[in-house]
């Protein structure tokens, strides 16, 4: 009985371990690529050239349309779309009842 016992027990905490990890697989699948804003913020494109903004607490931000961000590395984009909705449920996605 104990050696079930202590089985169940690294199991579920096998799991619970297990369980960041699966946290925010939806977004890298949804983005083409991120790229590191100059204040600390990450920017998101979509497969369909849109565009989201994470701010640097990890909240999906507003995102004007044509707005000119620059990247970490001093080079600037101009933004396309305000995808903050797609975003946001990406960021949230089985964090939320």
């Known amino acids: ?14 799991f619970g371990a297990s369980l960041p990890a699966f946290a925010r697989d939806a ?6 690529q991120s790229l590191a804003l100059k ?3 990450t920017l998101y494109v979509f497969k369909d050239g849109k ?9 999906a931000a507003y ?3 044509g707005e ?5 590395d ?7 779309g305000n995808e903050v909705a797609r975003l946001d ?3 949230n996605d089985g964090h939320r009842n």
Do not use: N, W
């Open 39 to 41: 204040d600390g913020s």
């Open 51 to 59: 565009m989201a903004r994470e701010d640097r607490y990890g909240r």
């Open 1 to 14: 009985m104990k050696s079930t016992l202590s089985v169940l027990t690294i199991a579920i905490a096998a």
């Open 27 to 32: 977004l890298p699948q949804a983005t083409q």
């Open 68 to 72: 000119t961000l620059e990247l970490a």
């Open 74 to 80: 001093g080079r600037k984009v101009t933004a396309v």
């Open 63 to 65: 995102l004007k349309q």
């Open 89 to 91: 449920g990406l960021l």
